[in-house]
């Protein structure tokens, strides 16, 4: 022991440890692999001999390793392989072709001939009888054999990469949603520009790319009749659930494909009876090892690339520079503004008489919601309640339903279309699901605004509020309101507070706010209109609301463009407009929306609105 090198001392300790644990698992793991056991392995690779390991040929490169059961049908080698990767492969081979075989041996670090599944797999021999490769491996990539990546092995070398720099427990490449089979919808490719990953609850299981602690402490709960079916959940389990621990890689795109083999079948489907019954077998190894059986699928924040940012657009630095606002800063609002967003738990208890609220009025704050209250309500049959805030205030949403309705302030009488004007009814997914649980056939008019002239205008509506008598803090300039809302430490913006409240711009970035409303309500229930299209006109025409709203087309009395909204009235906002921002503030501003306008006309389908070209 005096002589032997570290890794050999660790193996040897791992290996004792082990050693009566595979030996009492030795009965199931026959009995897994029994059925495909046909092949003349294990064969092991005779270039790196496994029986033969050292400090030298025991450490993948990099500390980087990527393990696979692979067959005949994968095309591993033509995308997999390349002069500049930066990890070893140790491939398992569950096929019968020698020559396919030989394939391998003459490419890969570690080769085997041994038939079953990848974790099963990977559990023999990399845990049990093999942890010198272990104790020198810092990451291990588990790859199904027929997942491939869009810029082949230099996609697996980025995976290592950033689950490195940014010390994810356990990762997975997102896929391409065209050409992959998904599971589950967090999995898919989400294109953000710059967005690095996203953390979520737990990840799929045929692309996991793991750190070597997480791998040892799903290895110690792993049993081989596990076949794929739960093996995300176990490890979940292993090592304890955390926002920041799991996560999808957006910047790496790979495809999952549908069919796994030339029959159109998965191979291990040749395991019979384990295989077709793996769910209920993982059911009740969890219930004996005291797991949870199912970890409920949650998304979390999102992690953006501020290095390429910078470097992708050479004009956002001097601008920002300049008004002292720094751009991972800004970015900072985005993943606050963006994260934990998920279909939550709806908790509202329906009541028992028919939704009285038909219709609501949200969008953005200063985006004209209440010059189109104003329009609405004269139609003889509609009524608009004041802005209750029911869904969005916890303590009123306390309150129940029959307080909503009688807070409301709409008469119910027959006849009477009752909407609600709520401006933040859109910000939150909580608030968007209550809704929906109260009537999920609720029509939307929602109001969007510039984002950067919106901002501004609310800086001017809380100089008013101030001066009326408002006991909120306003800054003497919209540069120093700012940065208020911009952290110093952009990784911990808004922690412990609400990303929403009291933000500029946080609020602008509706593209969020869209996809939020539509992961619940069709899109043919929500009205988006344009506060810069929309109330322009000299006589504003509103036949677009009434026959989104189901009612009779009527004459209004007063459609000028004089009540378009509280800015133009001389005792409101319009006040306070000589506060306004540096102009290279609003440069820097309208680069910052760019993207999130981009991706809001694109989620639309349509142009973008003329005033909104930057």
Known sequence: LKTAAPSQIIGRHIMKAQLLHSFL?????????RQ??????????????????????????????????????????????????NYDVF??????????????????????????????????????NHPEILSNTDYIFMLDDDIMFNNGFRDINRMFQISREHEITIAMPSFDPKRSVISWDHTK??????????????????????????????????????????????????????????AVVHSVISVNPPVRSETGKRELEAM???????????????????????????????????????????????????????????????????????????????????????????????AGTTTMRDLVQQHPDIEIGKEAHFFDYEHHFNYGVDWYHENIACSGSEGKLCGDKTPEYTLRQQTIDRVYQYNPQMKWIVLLREPVARALSQYHHALRKVAEGSKQTVADSFEEE???????????AFAEQ???????????LYANQLEQLYRRFPKKQVLVLFEEEYYKRDKIKMNVIWDFLGVERSRLSNTSSTIMHSNSDPNGDSAYHEKEMKQETESCLKQFFKPHNERLFKLLGREPVKEWNH
């Open 25 to 33: 698992l030795l009965p199931a793991v026959l009995s897994s692999w």
């Open 36 to 85: 495909l056991d046909q092949s003349p392995g294990p064969v092991l690779d005779q270039s790196t001999d496994l029986s033969q390991l050292t400090d030298e040929n025991a450490a993948p490169k990099s500390g980087n390793l990527v393990f696979t059961s692979a067959g005949d049908h994968t095309d591993l080698l033509n995308n997999w392989i390349g002069d500049g990767a």
């Open 91 to 128: 491939l398992s081979y569950y096929g019968d072709n020698s020559t396919r075989f030989d394939e391998y041996k003459q490419t890969f670090r570690w080769t085997v001939w041994q038939k079953g599944s990848k974790i099963g797999n990977c559990y023999d021999q990399l845990y049990l």
């Open 189 to 246: 490719h989400d294109p953000t520009p710059n967005l690095l990953f996203r953390w979520v609850s737990v990840v799929e299981f045929n692309a996991p790319l793991m750190s070597k602690e997480a791998f040892v402490r799903t290895m110690e709960k792993y049993n081989p009749h596990i076949i794929g079916w739960g093996s995300p959940h176990l490890a979940v389990c292993a090592n304890g659930e955390d926002k920041h621990k799991y």
């Open 272 to 366: 019979g009876k384990e295989f077709r019954n793996r769910q209920q077998i993982w059911e009740r190894i969890a219930e004996r090892i005291g797991c949870k059986p199912y970890i409920l699928r949650e998304e979390f924040q999102k992690v953006f690339d501020h290095k390429a940012l910078l470097e992708s657009d050479s004009t956002l630095q001097n601008p920002c520079d300049v008004c002292n606002l720094k751009l991972d800063h800004l970015r900072a609002i985005q993943e606050a503004a963006t994260s934990g967003i998920n279909v939550s738990k709806l908790e509202l208890e329906t009541s028992s008489t028919d939704a009285l609220v038909k219709f609501v009025i949200g969008g953005v704050q200063k």
């Open 482 to 492: 700012l940065m208020q809302e911009i952290p110093d430490d952009p990784s911990k």
């Open 498 to 508: 609400d990303p929403w409240e009291g933000r500029y711009l946080a609020r602008g």
